[in-house]
């Protein structure tokens, strides 16, 4: 079965600070995606990253990085000199990389609150 | 318009009360997906289409929720006989094609069962 955790439920940090949410994952598919997104309070998901299970190389854009480590079944995201404007509740998800119409398995998500 | 567009965004319901949640694709999005997602929670998944068919509704909790998306763009997703534990954000998704490309969601409808 496949399964996504994220053990941290709420953080809280002062702005510039930076934060890492943890991602760990159980699946038996040897093809699988990642994904992050994030929930700010409006409520839509948005997409932040999808990698799959062949690239462990580790991903910067600006102020987000992501640390994908298939040996611990990890997939940790860090976000760099944090601002007010990253709280929200973040979501780490997990699918099939080829079979179609594959649900994205989702962690109950660690709440971020970043204040001034 | 340019995003997936769900509606209303808010539905309250008496219990026992039919409604129907209604989700607008991003034009020409193949794939269609709605999700479940309880207070403090991870969506969870209810059900997938591929164009007009419903290839996967393994997710339904019960045989009181339906959805249905006949021409292959707008989805509905309805809920007969609502219960309080029905009471959820419920959330849709859309991506371009069959494969497990992004998925980009709407903001969602929020179900609040009294």
């Known amino acids: 079965a496949q399964k996504v955790t994220q053990a941290q439920t709420e953080i809280s940090v002062v702005e510039k600070e930076d934060v890492t949410l943890d991602c760990v994952y159980e699946t038996r598919d040897t093809t699988y995606y990642l994904f992050w997104y994030k929930q700010p309070p409006s409520g839509e998901l948005v997409f932040l990253i999808r990698r799959n299970s062949f690239d462990e190389q580790n991903e910067i854009s600006g102020r987000y990085s992501w640390n994908f480590q298939k040996s611990t079944s990890s997939f940790n995201f860090t976000i760099t000199a944090s601002q007010v404007v990253d709280s929200a509740v973040y979501f780490c998800?997990?699918?099939?990389?080829?079979?179609?119409?594959?649900?994205?398995?989702f962690g109950k998500g660690t709440t971020l609150s970043v204040s001034s | 318009g340019a995003g997936v567009s769900q509606s209303p965004r808010y539905k309250v319901a008496k219990r026992g009360q039919d409604v129907a949640l209604r989700c607008d694709p991003i034009?020409?999005?193949?794939?269609l997906f709605w999700y479940q997602q309880a207070l403090g929670q991870g969506p969870e998944f209810l059900t997938y289409?591929?164009?007009?068919?419903?290839?996967?509704k393994s997710g339904l909790p019960s045989d009181r929720f339906f959805a249905e998306r006949p021409e292959g763009s707008v989805s509905t997703l309805k809920i007969q006989r609502t219960q309080q534990e029905d009471s959820a954000v419920y959330l849709c998704?859309?991506?371009?094609?069959?494969?497990?490309?992004?998925?980009?969601f709407g903001q969602g409808t929020r179900l609040t069962v009294v």
């Open positions: 034009s020409g999005h193949v794939s």
């Open positions: 998704a859309s991506s371009i094609n069959h494969l497990n490309t992004e998925a980009f």
């Open positions: 998800a997990l699918s099939d990389l080829n079979q179609a119409g594959t649900a994205l398995i």
């Open positions: 289409f591929q164009n007009e068919a419903q290839l996967d």
